[in-house]
């Protein structure tokens, strides 16, 4: 193992992964900063023209962006008080008063810096985790694997921000929408309306394109006149100390710790990673009070646990092919397309590759450090380029890349098809990683339980003999009972104190 | 536990969409043959889909009712949104690959007339903005189509 | 450097000349634009290759006077692809590969055409395919495999993935040596591999290519399905060695639109002769495990005519049995 991955650190820092990694790196940390522009758009649009490059470089070239983007939003949530990517919502909070009080270059390092932390402590786990839950997942057969979509499914519905009937619904219509077309489990058509062009139902990609990547340029359009002034960082040092490891290091620790766990819970994106570390830090905070006004611990933990929640989300791809965060969705599809097999084998069958996605994973948050580094004051300036230069030509690279997936014009339709239906789920706050992941997952789903099915003639019953199936399964049952449970026993929790009260 | 929406109005018509979709993915799915070499057959997952779908829009629907009955406004926005552009890209877009599909234009220049048009219009019309569409739209529309078609060997449309 | 006026007169000797060699009529000037293959899988994968080695052969031994480009339509078990190719112009200048898919397909019912509806071209060799166990595993030969299902109806767990040759090869070798074997979806290449290493299914087909690359993960051939034992595993015996009379091969199939111009179709033949004939692309070929010979479209017309024969009434009991 360790000789594995000293082999893939030293495979990507020959020149020419290098030179993709560090491009991906810079081009994430660019459209991370971009308010209205994310990294997973970025993994989508160059997906097509990695088509007739080597695999290995192409995962490597996307975690890159990957790794860049999740950082790149600290620099526009600093300085204009917009997350540049979702990600980095709780890092405005402190970030943006800290810059205004005159200590932009303080902030900025500090996020930076934390950014490395968590993403090197994420690092650790993915090294160390990897290998024996991918030895493990071999054990797991069609049973298990319908169980833990189920699982991650709920899941993400569960966690995800608003109502979790929304949560939900996103998910299941993600599911439906992955239906029409050929069915692998009995070789037949379905659901095609008699088209004939829908004979393959809607391909991922131009799903991808149209919810993720059509859809934000119909809202960046329609919020045009929502801009900012950023700060100016002036020549204020970026930099942090050493010292600030042990001031700060028990929340880098927990934050990375945090951050990882929730990344590797399936298809939980790094917001929610850094909500819940930016929660636990102010509850155990001395000084819960400044959160919100420029704490450091802010955004220390928020920094920290989003770049952790990326090393954590690789670990369910690389051993069980299931998609740790949306954007994991977007690089398990990447594996499709180069014609990988994800799952659990994927480390003896393609053991290089997977040590050079890890490898280029640690090299990337070292390299998006230095590069951060150096660069933030340019990036600084360029963060509030005007959208009218930039959607066009998104929108361009969207057409050439559902074309050249299988050269069929129908593709770039589905593109605008979705684009419209992504914006109007998220005009009514159905939260979209849900929908992204319930349709990536949806062919898992379906076609494991029918597998399974084939296998025991019928039968449902290894569905609850088999262990590790049925805790998926109870695990499942638990969180889609918890939000009924929850306001009723607070209500009796309410109802004893009352009684306490009043019987003194 | 039902908590009313804070998008009453768009909530009520994605509901109601959801719910002819629903219906539509029911209806298609009788048309899928009995189970034939396993024994749930193609048609059982849209049917529980389509069920759980218009049973969860349902809820939305109601909330959203609730909502507008208890007047809960959406919240205020620091700035002007454009509806216009957001539609006017989408038509943009629409016809950008229309001309395409039914082979009125080529490629570069359906993409040169895109690329400037839509910039030009995001851009509120603003003559510098409008030169540096120009710029690339030219520069998508030429460079890049020769770039692709002729160095990667990507297939482009018409 | 030539004057101008020369190369007016060599371009002109040079076409004079090749008006006396190539035949006369409209279809002289054929190919006078780059020629179409369409390949119905993404790009990268074995089909895509095959196709690639040709059309870098024909450029690089300058075989035809134009380029032959590479299409990849992608998509509904490959049905996207070859309903594209049936419905282009027949021009001669498009032309696609595909398998003995083609068939299945249409037996499954996913088309309403199969390979009576192309002008059959010709193939340029077959994989020989073969079903494995897991080397550890409670089956360890052909026979052991068909005494258990005879024991015990069912008991014999296949990866499949259903309405395509791997699933209907298995289906063919149960009903001819009169057993019932148990069909588990599972899928593509890789995904057979996990299940059957994973003991989750018992056998499943794959390539004599895929044998060796997965013998080390420990993947165990017991059968062959060729006319003779295949030479990279000669240890292996043929399904008719055991006495069940199942040939298959996994056939690379080039297809036209219906009423090309015969003389065109001659053409592209000679061409894709001449290209099998250079070592180069015979060596390329074999890299994809590819016994490359050219296979006349009468030959391969019989032998798609006789997997249609065994398939038709495959899917019929299928869709007549409650389940």
Not at chain 1, 92 to 112: Q, S
Not at chain 1, 212 to 221: C, E, L, P, Y
Request: aromatic share 8%; hydrophobic share 50%.
């Amino acid at each position: 193992m360790t000789l594995d991955l000293l082999d893939a650190l030293v495979f990507v820092l020959t020149p020419v992964p290098l030179f993709w990694l560090l491009l991906g790196v810079t081009a994430g940390i660019f459209v991370g900063a971009i308010p209205g522009l994310s990294g997973g758009m970025l993994i989508v649009l160059v997906m097509p023209l990695t088509f007739y490059m080597d695999s290995t470089f192409a995962l490597v070239l996307m975690i890159g962006i990957y790794v860049g983007s999740v950082s790149g939003g600290l620099i526009s949530a600093t300085l204009l008080r917009m997350p540049g990517t979702p990600s980095s919502i709780m890092t405005t909070f402190d970030g943006y008063p800290m810059a205004r009080d005159g200590k932009p270059g303080r902030a900025l390092g500090l996020g930076i810096g934390s950014s490395l932390v968590g993403g090197l402590i994420a690092g650790i786990f993915l090294v160390v985790l990897s290998p024996p839950l991918s030895r493990w997942a071999t054990t797991f057969g069609p049973w298990e694997y319908f169980a833990l979509v189920v699982m991650a499914l709920v899941l993400i519905a569960a966690i995800s921000q608003g109502s979790m009937i929304k949560g939900l619904l996103a998910g299941i219509l993600g599911v439906a929408v992955a239906m029409p077309g050929l069915n692998e489990s009995d070789g037949q058509l379905r659901l095609t309306l008699g088209f004939h062009a829908l004979d393959n139902g809607f391909d991922l990609l131009p799903v991808l394109l149209g919810v993720f990547v059509m859809s934000q340029i119909i809202k960046d359009a329609l919020e045009i006149e929502k801009r900012a002034i950023p700060l100016t960082l002036g020549s204020a040092p970026v930099w942090m100390r050493l010292a600030d490891l042990r001031r700060h290091g028990m929340n880098m620790l927990r934050s990375s710790v945090i951050g990882t766990w929730i990344g590797i819970l399936p298809g939980v994106g790094a917001s929610i990673s850094s909500m819940v570390a930016y929660g636990v830090a102010r509850s155990v905070s001395k000084h819960p009070e400044e959160f919100g006004t420029g704490s450091e611990e802010g955004i220390v933990a928020s920094e920290t646990a989003n770049n952790a929640n990326v090393g954590g989300a690789l670990i369910p791809l690389v051993t069980m092919g299931i998609p740790g965060s949306p954007m994991d969705a977007f690089l398990l599809g990447a594996l499709i397309l180069h014609n990988i097999q994800p799952g659990p084998l994927l480390f003896q069958t393609n053991k290089a590759l997977v040590w050079a996605m890890i490898a280029a994973y640690l090299i990337g948050n070292v390299a998006m450090f230095l590069i951060m580094t150096l660069s933030v004051r340019w990036v600084g300036r360029l963060i509030n380029v005007h959208r009218a230069y930039l959607l066009p030509a998104i929108f361009f690279f969207c057409v050439i890349g559902a074309f050249a997936l299988s050269n069929r014009m129908f593709d770039v339709w589905v593109v605008i098809g979705f684009g419209v239906v992504g914006f109007a789920l998220e005009r009514a706050n159905i939260p979209l990683g849900p929908f992204v992941i319930g349709f990536v997952l949806s062919r898992i789903l379906e076609g494991q339980l029918r597998s399974a099915l084939m296998s025991s003639g019928g039968s449902l019953d290894e569905l609850f003999t088999r262990p590790i199936a049925l805790t998926f399964l109870v695990v499942s049952l638990a969180m889609l009972a918890y939000p009924l449970i929850d306001p009723w026993r607070r209500r009796l929790r309410n109802h004893a104190q009352v009684k306490q009260r009043r019987s003194p | 536990m039902l908590q009313p929406s804070r998008t009453p109005r768009v909530d009520i018509v994605v509901a109601v969409t959801l719910l002819a979709l629903a219906g539509l993915v029911w209806w298609e799915s009788r048309r899928i043959a009995p189970p034939f070499f396993d024994p749930l057959g193609s048609a059982a997952f849209p049917r529980a889909a389509a069920i759980l779908i218009s049973a969860l829009a349902t809820v939305v629907l109601i909330r959203a009712a609730m909502g507008l009955r208890l007047g809960v406004r959406p919240p205020t926005i620091p700035y002007r949104p454009r509806p216009d552009l957001a539609i006017g890209v989408v038509l943009l877009a629409v016809l950008y690959v229309g001309a395409m599909d039914l082979k009125v234009l080529g490629f570069p220049w359906a993409t040169m007339i895109f690329v400037f048009l839509s910039g030009a219009a995001l851009g509120g019309f603003d003559r510098r903005i409008m030169a540096y569409s120009a710029a690339i739209a030219v520069a998508l529309g030429g460079g890049c189509t020769y770039l692709l078609r002729d160095v990667f060997y990507i297939d482009l449309p018409f | 450097m030539m004057s101008f006026g020369k190369t007016i007169l060599a371009a002109m000797s040079a076409a004079a000349a090749m008006a006396f060699v190539a035949p006369s009529g409209a279809a002289a000037a054929y190919p006078e634009k780059p020629i179409r293959i369409i390949v119905p899988t993404g790009a990268g994968g074995a089909m895509d290759g095959i196709a690639r080695i040709f059309e870098r052969a024909f450029e690089e031994h300058k075989i035809l006077p134009q380029r032959m480009v590479v299409v990849n339509m992608d998509g509904a078990g490959g049905t996207i692809g070859t309903r594209a190719i049936k419905d282009a112009p027949p021009d001669g200048y498009t032309i696609g590969l595909w398998h003995n898919g083609l068939v299945t397909s249409a037996a499954m019912g996913v088309t309403d055409f199969d390979h009576s509806a192309f002008t059959i071209i010709g193939s340029t060799g077959f994989a020989v395919m073969g079903l494995a166990v897991k080397a550890d595993g409670p089956i360890d030969s052909f026979k052991k495999m068909i005494e258990m299902s005879k024991a015990q109806a069912n008991s014999v767990k296949v990866a499949v993935n259903i309405g395509l040759p791997v699933h209907f090869i298995p289906l063919t070798v149960a009903s001819k040596a009169g057993v019932e074997m148990r069909m588990v979806q599972v899928g593509g290449g890789a995904k057979r591999l996990a299940s059957v290493l994973g003991g989750h299914t018992d056998v499943a087909l794959f390539s004599v290519q895929e044998f060796l690359k997965y013998e080390p993960s420990g993947l165990k051939p017991i059968n062959v399905f060729s006319k003779e034992r295949a030479p990279l595993v000669p240890d292996v015996p043929t399904a008719v060695e055991m006495g069940v009379d199942v040939q298959a091969t996994d056939s690379r199939i080039w297809l036209a639109p219906k009423d090309v111009p015969p003389d065109r179709i001659a053409y592209l033949v000679e061409a894709f002769k001449t290209a099998m004939s250079k070592p180069d692309v015979k060596e390329r070929l074999e890299g994809f495990g590819i016994n490359s010979n050219f296979i006349d479209p009468v030959t391969l017309t019989e032998e798609l005519d006789r997997t249609r024969a065994e398939v038709v009434p495959l899917v019929a009991k299928a869709r007549a049995l409650p389940q």
